[in-house]
Every structure is written in structure tokens, then in C-alpha cells.
């Protein structure tokens, strides 16, 4: 295990299109994209659910190398001990003494040293995946700001770890939560949230973000509108801000709004993870009822100001 391992963490409130960065970024040299790795434990170890290469979890060659590296082997009784420890340190209730730097990280409480071996455990598949892929950096698109919180506090990735904080008009987010979404997994249906909730759980996370930059991580925030409208340049833009080496001249698997994509084992992420192929994005719109949207505009109005919405504007417009 090495803490060296260069990571890019993809966050951001789940609906805000961070799949489809970690797509786009997973083509860039030297990327190994993961997909989100927080759900690996229960999703790919226990429930045996589809890499995005489409074998399941289990008969996946490169996630079975993975395992073998860093662990030996994947077992329910590893997954269940990372998802005990999780249940402890990363939770979204916990962000707030974990943004402000109040964790115990280097203590010598329980709770301290379980931090540490959960992060731990990422560091683990981080560096094995790397190696499997023979690439030079990861990205985990676990979205989450308390996994992002776990992994700085806990100090050992900090130094090689990048935040992407991927933001969308909470109008548009909100609607998305509303919708009926199927999960091509298990032909469930995905989670719906009212927009209330959706609002306070946008503020929650970009909140969260907001101040793990405070705290001297490296976090760089990109709108997810501006990934859609000008995707050569935000890609570009993004990969100058983090460090990332880029082929001269024009991004080979960008078209346009169109992308070539190739296969990608990822653990966990929206359906868009399965595309292969040609494949050309555009912002799905679904409407909010003007009600809905007066609630998440009042509940959300600073944040919104601060990255570029407009308070009348449609749902997903930007500035
Ligand atoms: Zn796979």
C-alpha cells in the first residue's frame, strides 16, 4: 500500500452529473477511473452487482485483481468490517466536526483509529488499481463530502488528494429527484426525494465542500452546466487546476458534445456508467412545478447566487 497514490475524488450531490465528469475524465492518460467506490462493499462484494464493464462484480478480471492485491482476496467479512467502520466515522451528521477539522485523526480514541482504517482500506484498492491498470491516478466518483472529509482528515491521502466539486442548479437537481429513475442494476426503482429535501441536502454537501477547500484541500469546483455547453475547454480547464497531464492539440475522444467512450470498471455510479461507444450528452429537462421551485430557490438562494444561477432563471439554465 502506498499513500502516494495520486486520487481524484469526484463530489458533489448525487443527480448533479458527476458520472459523467468521471467519463469524460477516465479518458484522459494515465486515468483509472473507479466509479463510486464508497458502494463497493455492499454493491460489488455482497450484492454482486455489474462492473461497468458488464460482468458482475465477482468475474470481473480487474477488480478480481484489485482484490487480490490489496487485500488477498475479496471476502464478505472484509466488506462487512469496512461497512461497520463506515457506519462510525463516515456519515453526513459527522461533516461538520470532520469539515472544521474537529476529527480526531491522529488521537487515540476509538473513533480515531477506526478512521484510520477505513481510510485505510481505500488507500488500499487506490493503489492496487493503479497498478492493475498500470495508470498514474485514480478517480473515485463517491460523491459524498463525508468520504472526501474521511480521506483528508485522515491525512495519510491527503497530500495526493484532488477534489472535483461537480455543482448543478438545485432547481434542476431537485427535479431530477422527483423523477422515476430505474437502476439498470436491478430493474429497481431509484430514490425519490421531495424538493425540500433535495434542497437542504444540495446546501449539506456544497456546504461541506466549501469548507474542506477552507481547510487547505485542494478542491476544484466546476458547474455542470458549463461541462455540457463547452466540454473540450471545462475539461481542459479542469485538468490545468489539478495538475493533470493533457494531450496537445484537441481532447481525441471529444467530438463536439459528443464523446467516444471506452469501457470503464466501475464499481457504482448512474446508468450512464454502462455507455459505450459513441455517445452525445445533453441536459435531460424536467420540469419543477413553479411551487417546488420558489422552495428550493428560497432554501438554496446564497449558494445558488454564488455559483452563477439565476434566482428567475429555467431550471438548469446558467448564468
Ligand atoms: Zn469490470
Sequence with gaps: MTEAQPVIFVGGLGRSGTTLLERLL????????????????????HADEPCG??????????????????????????ADRVLRLRAGVDRTRRLPLLALGGFPAFGRGRRAAELRAYVSAYASIYAAAAEVADGDWVID???????ACCLAAAGGTRARLRVVHVVRDPRA?????????????????????????????WLAQNLAF??????????????Y???LLRPAETLRELAAELGLPLPPGALPFLDGREALLGVAHTVSGNPMRFAVGRVRFSERRVALPPA??????ALTWPLLLRYGYRPAARAGAAA
Design 210 to 223: 466549501e469548507l474542506l477547500r477552507r481547510r487547505g484541500v485542494p478542491v476544484v469546483r466546476i458547474r
Design 225 to 227: 452546466e458549463d461541462l
Design 292 to 297: 417546488h421551485r420558489l422552495l428550493v430557490t
Design 26 to 45: 477516465g479518458e484522459l492518460p494515465g486515468a483509472v477511473p473507479l466509479g463510486e467506490v464508497v458502494h463497493l462493499w455492499a454493491r460489488g462484494v
Design 141 to 147: 466518483s463517491s460523491k459524498h463530502a463525508s468520504l
Design 53 to 78: 464493464c458488464g460482468e458482475p462484480f465477482s468475474r470481473c478480471p480487474f477488480w478480481g485483481k484489485v482484490g487480490d492485491l490489496a487485500f488477498g482476496r475479496w471476502t464478505a467479512g472484509e
Design 173 to 201: 437537481v431537485a427535479a431530477s429527484w422527483r423523477s422515476d429513475v430505474t437502476r439498470p442494476e436491478d430493474g429497481r426503482p431509484m430514490a425519490r426525494w421531495a424538493p425540500g429535501r433535495t434542497a437542504v441536502h
